[in-house]
């Protein structure tokens, strides 16, 4: 049952997409249009939510071998995140947008690819676990997907519940 996935090789694949989902999400709300907007972040909360439940629960507990105590702020940073994907959708989801708030949206998802560029990092001390390891973590990655929870509904209901 444990779906063979090579977890350093999936999670940059990851972000490769969000990046490009965020850089488009950015040109979208510069250019004011919603529908456009509203559809890539739609698209985001899918491939996020997966991903950030998998760091959480399986990939920052494993760089406490290498970060210490280091890798709970890490949690912190995604609370940032989280707040601002709201922002985005709180934003995408009136019928337009005033040039300000087509800014504003830019402005967020430019935060989150800040993100995805550091959290891209954590691959370089990832390639130092043992393969054991990383066959768990590969296994938990998949497990995640195959749940599905897109970041939004996740952030409010198992995340929570773990808080
Ligand atoms: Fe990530």
Redesign the pocket.
Known sequence: MSAKLNPIVE?RE??RKIRDSLLSLASAAEARDVAKGRDILGQINVMVGP?FRY?EETLYPAMKEFLGDYADSLIKEHDVAIETAKTAARLLGQPSLTEEEGKDVAKAARALLVH?SN?DGLNILAERLSQEKLDGLGEHFAKSRAEGVPLLQWADTIRKAKS
């Open positions: 999670f990851d972000h991903h760091e995805v959290c």
